[in-house]
């Protein structure tokens, strides 16, 4: 479960992608900007175990010439855990989407799905969430 809060960073930018992209001050005229999410990085713990984390995805921010904005982050990541030795102790794969819609001057909609799974030396699971919000009101939020 470690492993899996070491992916908030991760989310955490490409959320914070997202915000800044829907709160951005629009063109005159209809824009699309895309760029993709492409980052390989490790970290080291102290007792010599080792993570490595792949993010992979793309952002995508579409401005209309009335400047109503609309973006979107799909990211994948790939998290694996080696102990001192070099030996795999665990892998997780974690896959999202966000999109986030401004409907208004200070109204917006976001939808965020989120699933991940993982296998480690003793077993494994996975999880799936749902989380929408519109206008600061949370209208589904689940999980399995």
């Known amino acids: 479960m470690t492993s899996l809060k070491r992916a908030t960073p991760a989310l955490a930018a490409a ?6 992209g829907v709160s951005s001050v629009a063109g005159a005229g209809a824009t699309v900007e ?3 999410l492409d980052s390989r ?3 080291e ?17 579409v401005t209309t010439a009335d400047g109503r904005q609309s973006a979107s982050v799909h990211m994948r990541e790939v998290q694996t855990l080696y ?4 030996k795999l102790v665990m892998e997780a794969k ?7 819609l401004t409907i208004g001057e200070d109204a917006f ?3 965020l799905t ?5 296998t480690n030396e003793f077993g494994g699971g996975s999880y799936h969430v749902v989380l929408q919000i519109v206008d600061g009101v949370v209208i589904v939020d689940h999980q399995r």
């Open 94 to 100: 974690l896959a999202s989407s966000q999109h986030a």
């Open 114 to 118: 989120s699933r991940a799974e993982w």
């Open 15 to 20: 959320a914070l992608t997202l915000i800044i």
């Open 83 to 86: 102990d001192p030795s070099g």
């Open 41 to 43: 990085s490790s970290h």
């Open 109 to 111: 909609q976001v939808h």
């Open 45 to 61: 713990e102290p007792d010599g175990h080792v993570y490595w984390f792949d993010v992979t995805g793309d952002v995508r921010i």
């Open 34 to 36: 895309s760029f993709p």
